[in-house]
């Protein structure tokens, strides 16, 4: 060993001792913030599923490659960082001497041509990276960009980190072939033996070369050790716990979509019967409340911005940006940390947990943050503003694009929860609309009396549940299908369908109460559980003594479809519902239904977030129209899985939408665009939105906006009268 190994040698050990304690010293404050959350038993749920689908998202970059260049390059800067860590590990014996290897597998031939490969294409994908990232910068001109709020420094700093490691490990080895040690063949590394022809013959050059390499890497690990909340960085250790412990591992989509996670004390669901507020969590009023899992969540953001670019609150001027929210409470709760580490915190009641001894060593910047409210406007110090709260559709967006599987729908409601149920402090509007839900049981107001109007004037007998002897559907008609002149024409057309069809249902007319879906968004879960309850019990009388593959229902409202066939499960009524798009693509595929006429003047179709985001439901509507138009679909550029919301989600039904551009106005300049002069939607609140933003335009007697159902009716039986008299829409 000469002399500049010597030193080479201290110095890669010493740096690496002070990397490896501040890195052990980070992972414990960590993990002692992320144990501060309220429990989560059911996360420990199916461990081989959990494990499989981790590894299918980590190894196979599924949810990445959602965005195929990005994904890409990101597949191969993963896979560099795993593979090539090797040749770190490698560094520390090049140090040591120049002929220094891996042990065993360091001189296999195989061994150099993989990192040869993984090399080059890490190299490749880093630049792509930083290249995305320097063409997206906020700064630029032009429109906001999906790293607006970033902490851009220390993108730029991981970025040319990965890059220079790689670099040096070609100079590794290139000074190896300078010297005439490197013991792997021109072909199977054929950069290494290119970098090797241009440096000169200097023996100590990989012993230096080694040396700057570790400093490089212990570096990067002692400035993401300081820095805790360094998600870009830390994303790729937490990715693997944060998608192991999803909500539903087996879903192909985010497992935060579907079902919201139900209302929680202390890992077990609230029973509002028993429940009392002094002793029972209510929803979130402060970061520690959050489950484990969702301050692991916080931790995992890597600030890549694809659901903000994504948002419909955002993309319209509003103040919500799903990444911004995720980066406010991960702050919060790491700057909150010592505070609450110390003992300290609120009990239910709102008295102070800790004495005044365990709170006197305290930072004063750990207390004042304490003090910080959840939700409140930036003169209360809010950690969150309403508007960013009250701005969320649930769209789903953000969930969908993550590809960490951060559960932010989830997180949004719980802050709602402890809003309405413990604050009564929500959005003025929406209080009509929940003493409608309470009082009347539909959001509208309307008597109960009058949900089946929609029945008269049909030219055959809708038979109601305890009429008939048998029924293959019950026909869950909604509130909106029910009371909503617009999506009365709905609910008719299937009516006829199915009629025509020769399909047996029943409906349950006045029987029927709101499924709660509004209720549950806008965070009322005392409401929601009251009206499900109600309709559990009354569906589990309608289908008495059948098992579940012959408890069929047929809804036209998404919101309903998503509720009673994801969420009426969590209060014990298990059916089987069907969306009628899905039912009408069926009974058109069997030739039970057979379009005769092509509607024609063009179709593009708009994509419910209740109904594809969150369900996957995305073929059969298409299906539908295909058949119905005998053509093909003019898709709009944001459809599927990206399809853009129409504003009316997460009870934005019922809240006046005061902040920047109207969300139906963007999504129906974008459905116009097309050239369309049908817009197709399979929702009733989407139908009243887009509606209305298509009137808004002046655009009405240009272009119509009609459920699928309609559209099929009108091929089916193209005599058929469209909906009856017109009478003006309620709400709306």
């Not at 010493?14 to 980070?26: D, E, N, P, Q």
């Not at 769209?395 to 719980?414: K, L, R, S, T, Y």
């Not at 995305?618 to 053509?631: H, K, T």
Request: proline content about 5%; glycine content about 10%.
């Amino acid at each position: 060993m000469g002399s500049v190994q010597i030193v080479t040698t201290i110095l890669a050990a010493a740096i690496t001792a002070v990397a490896v304690w501040l890195a052990v010293r980070a992972v414990l404050k960590m993990v002692a913030v992320i144990r501060l959350g309220q429990p989560a038993p059911e996360r420990f749920s199916d461990k081989v599923a959990r494990a499989r689908t981790m590894l299918v998202e980590t190894a196979g970059h599924t949810r990445m490659l959602k965005w195929g260049v990005v994904g890409a390059a990101h597949w191969f800067v993963m896979v560099g960082f795993v593979v090539l860590s090797l040749l770190v590990l490698e560094a520390y014996f090049e140090v040591v001497t120049t002929d220094g290897g891996l042990p065993i597998i360091g001189h296999w031939t195989i061994f150099g041509l993989v990192t040869e490969i993984i090399g080059v294409l890490g190299l490749v994908g880093i630049l792509v990276l930083m290249a995305i990232r320097l063409r997206n910068r906020p700064t630029r001109p032009g429109g906001r960009s999906r790293f607006t709020g970033s902490t851009m420094w220390q993108g730029y700093f991981v970025e040319w980190i990965v890059l220079l490691v790689l670099i040096f490990g070609f100079v590794i080895r290139g000074f190896k072939v300078a010297t005439d040690h490197f013991e792997f063949p021109f072909w199977a590394t054929p950069v290494s033996h290119a970098v090797g022809a241009v440096l000169p013959d200097w023996a100590d050059g990989v012993s230096v070369a080694a040396a700057i390499k570790i400093i490089i890497s212990m570096t990067w690990l002692i400035v993401i050790s300081l820095n805790v909340t360094m998600g870009v960085a830390w994303h790729r250790f937490l990715a693997f716990p944060n998608i192991f412990f999803k909500r539903e591992p087996a879903k192909p989509a985010g497992s935060g979509l579907g079902a919201l996670r139900p209302m929680t004390s202390q890992g077990k669901p609230l029973d509002f019967e028993e429940a009392d507020p002094e002793k029972d969590q209510f929803g979130v009023a402060h970061v520690e409340q959050f489950s484990w899992k969702g301050l692991l969540d916080f931790s995992t953001c890597t600030e890549c911005g694809r659901c903000q670019s994504q948002c419909p609150a955002w993309n319209t001027g509003k103040p919500l940006s799903p990444k911004l929210l995720i980066l406010s409470l991960r702050d919060h709760a790491y700057a909150k940390a010592p505070y609450l580490l110390a003992g300290g915190g609120k009990d239910l009641t709102g008295e102070e947990k800790a004495t005044q001894a365990q709170l006197a060593h305290l930072d004063v910047l750990a207390l004042a943050e304490a003090d910080k409210p959840l939700i409140g406007t930036a003169e209360e110090g809010g950690v969150i503003d309403p508007d960013v709260l009250w701005s969320c559709t649930t769209c789903g967006a953000c969930v969908e694009q993550c590809p960490v599987d951060i559960e932010h729908v989830d997180h949004i409601v719980d802050m709602r929860r402890y809003q309405v149920l413990i604050e009564s402090s929500f959005p003025s509007e929406a209080g009509v609309m929940l003493r409608n839900l309470e009082n009347k049981g539909n959001p509208w107001g309307a008597p109960q009396n009058t949900r089946e109007d929609w029945t008269k004037g049909l030219d055959f007998e809708v038979p109601r549940v305890g009429e008939v002897d048998d029924f293959e559907y019950l026909f869950w008609v909604g509130c909106a299908g029910a009371f909503e002149d617009r999506a009365k024409k709905t609910t008719r057309a299937v009516a006829t369908l199915l009629n025509e069809a020769g399909v047996t249902f029943a409906i349950l007319g006045e029987g029927e109460t709101c499924s709660g879906d509004p209720a549950r968004r806008i965070g009322n879960e005392f409401v929601f559980q009251m009206l499900a309850q109600q309709n559990v019990e009354t569906l589990n009388e309608a289908f008495e003594g059948r098992d579940k593959a012959k408890r069929k229902i047929v809804a036209t409202c998404p919101h309903c479809f998503n509720t009673l066939g994801n969420e009426y499960g969590q209060l014990g009524g298990e059916f089987e519902v069907v969306h009628h798009t899905q039912l009408l693509a069926h009974l058109v595929a069997t030739g039970k239904l057979t379009p005769v006429q092509p509607v024609d003047g063009g179709v593009t179709y708009h994509d419910p977030c209740y109904l594809g985001r969150h369900n996957r439901v995305f073929a059969a509507p298409r299906e539908v129209l295909g058949d119905a138009i005998a053509g093909d679909l003019t898709e709009m550029p944001r459809n599927s899985e990206r399809s853009f919301c129409c504003g009316a989600g997460g009870a934005r039904m019922w809240m006046e939408e005061k902040i920047g551009k109207r969300i139906n106005v963007d999504r129906v300049e974008e459905a116009m665009a097309t050239g369309a002069r049908t817009v197709a939607v399979g929702c009733p609140f989407c139908s009243t939105m887009l509606s209305d933003g298509v009137n808004g335009k002046g655009a009405g007697e240009q272009v119509e906006v009609i459920d699928v159902a309609s559209v099929l009716l009108r091929s089916v039986k193209p005599e058929q009268p469209q909906g009856g008299k017109e009478t003006a829409p309620i709400g709306g």
